[in-house]
């Protein structure tokens, strides 16, 4: 199975950016599609965006859409989100997750890859 490793959380004041990546390895990057959820505790995983190729508009959660943008760098197998204008609401867990299924999917169901996570926190 493919693993992925997140990188960039930490710590930001309201209104501030953070840059995540995930770094795939063991298999060929470019054919995975690619995403990001996050978990906040005691809440389910939501979806934030997922990426297939460079070039076609990913998908947004309603909640993210023009604050956050995930793009992907084949040759270096990594898949960024810049997260911009942070919001308290934005803390959680966020991780990366991949799957051969050439689907920008919504559902984590839809993932059988997933990275260990990294922590994001946003204060006021």
């Known amino acids: 199975q493919v693993q992925l490793v997140e990188s960039g959380g930490g710590l930001v004041q309201a209104g501030g950016s953070l840059r995540l990546s995930c770094v795939l390895s063991g298999g060929t990057f470019s054919r995975y599609t690619v995403a990001w959820f996050r978990q906040a505790p005691g809440k389910e995983r939501e979806f934030v965006s997922a990426?297939?190729?460079?070039?076609?508009?990913?998908p947004y959660a309603d909640s993210v859409k023009g604050r956050f943008t995930i793009s992907r760098d084949n040759a270096k197998n990594t898949v960024s989100l810049q997260l911009n204008s942070l919001k308290p609401g934005d803390t959680a867990v966020y991780y990366c997750a991949a799957t051969l299924w050439g689907v920008a999917s919504r559902t984590a169901a839809n993932y059988n890859s997933w990275g260990q996570g990294t922590q994001v926190t946003v204060s006021s």
């Open positions: 990426m297939r190729w460079s070039g076609e508009t990913p």
